[in-house]
């Protein structure tokens, strides 16, 4: 942008020399051009594996402290209907890679099997072919920031792909470190059959150390040498998934098969209480560089908590499409642009980010229709009311499915597993808890979501 004179300023100048002043003329005597454009927001993506609804503080945990979470929630905005685009792992990631619904992808509607392994039809198919995964070619996240010049890192759990070809490398992050698969013993880093996960850029390694401290030392080591220039840090924590594992558990040898899913709630709560100070310390590591101010941190878990977790008030647990399996905890700062300590009732979902992250780096609103979710974070900062928004879910394991609809305020629900069929129809403006079903009650509003759902199935078909 090139320095303007306001004209009263040349009249003014003109006294003071005695002649009539060209600004022009001085040309030589002031820098070529000032630019005043503000410098590029830096994108922050912290995801939590696992994570219940109502396992922070700022959730109402009467037993997990979570300070720096609790701190960010009043420094910036709480969602309270914030869903996952699916209840497992892979699901999830991959929608938000995409910004899309994770069936467009194909394969990826169940969280990836140990060792690549595929859940149900489609995944098997891809996982025979070495296909199994996000294509490169479909992490339009990652993509796009680099186009826009971000320097991108990612620094924890991936799950999205075993296969050389799908790493995070090949995905565009410039730097990648952490696990592949979906779950890891915390000291061996490896799986519940002791294979080995462990990477670093294009390669398997082995490094002492408890995972959520590994992660959150890899992320700030490689943020302190990009720094000084837009950067995108994506820290998705392996903390509070199974097995729970907190230091000094350490036996020097992998967790029993038979213990691997089940532990006491307070070492749970020690392991989220861990990855809060992780947190923390990436936060103060904005705050003493003077980037917080410019920095979008966006805080979620990628679907809701098993057992081991706490999903109150909702029902059900992942893995199911009740609201427990996948209405998560969700925390945004962007200082100047969100209000502080606001709660947020618009109803949102994971792929919504990366439409917001993309605006928060390119400096303006996609228009090209190629994404699912929607700029969430624009909705919020032009204090636009909530929208009734349409909502969908599919998940495959096995022979079970899963399916569920969100119109406005009203849910229906679809579960099938072998002969086994059951459906459910919630009004969740007067039942969040999902207690009565409405389904003989309310007909005419069952079958309204029926087509609804019919007509979601056939636009999302997989490409592959």
Known sequence: MRLLIPSFCVVVLSVVFGHAWNPL???????PEIDLTPPPTNVVLIVADDLGYGDLGCYGAPDVKTPVLDQMARDGIRFTQFYSNGPECSPTRTALMTGRYQQRV?????????????RYDDAIRLAEENELGLPPSENRLVRRLKQAGYTCGLFGKWHLGYEPHM???????????????????????????????????DQL?????????????????WYGSVKNRPFFLYVPYTAPHSPIQVPG????????????NHGPRHKYAAMVELMDRGIGR???????????QNTLVIFMSDNGADHNGRNAPWSGNKGGLFEGGIRVPCIVRWPGRLPEGQVVNHPAITMDFTVSMLRAAEGQADSSGEFDGIDILKQIEEDRPAEDRTLFWRARRGDRTWKAVRSGSLKRIWKAEGDEQQQWLFDLADDPREQH????????DARQLAELYKNWEQDVRASR
């Not at 558990?249 to 691997?260: A, C, H, S, Y």
Request: net charge negative; hydrophobic share 35%; glycine share 12%.
């Open 25 to 31: 003329s001085a040309a030589d005597d002031l820098p």
């Open 106 to 118: 194909g394969g990826l509607e169940c969280a990836i099997g140990t060792h690549n392994v595929g």
């Open 167 to 201: 790493w995070p490398h090949e995905q565009g992050f410039d730097r990648a470190f952490g696990c592949l698969g979906g779950n890891v013993d915390y000291f061996r880093h490896t799986e519940n059959d002791g294979w080995n996960t462990l990477f670093s850029g």
């Open 205 to 221: 390694i082995e490094r002492d150390g408890y995972m959520t401290e590994l992660i959150t030392d890899a992320a700030l080591d």
């Open 249 to 260: 558990d350490d036996t020097g040898k992998l967790t029993p098969l038979d213990e691997w």
């Open 282 to 292: 990436l936060l103060d590591a904005l705050q003493n560089d003077d980037l917080a």
């Open 437 to 444: 079903n409405l389904l003989e009650e309310r007909p005419s």
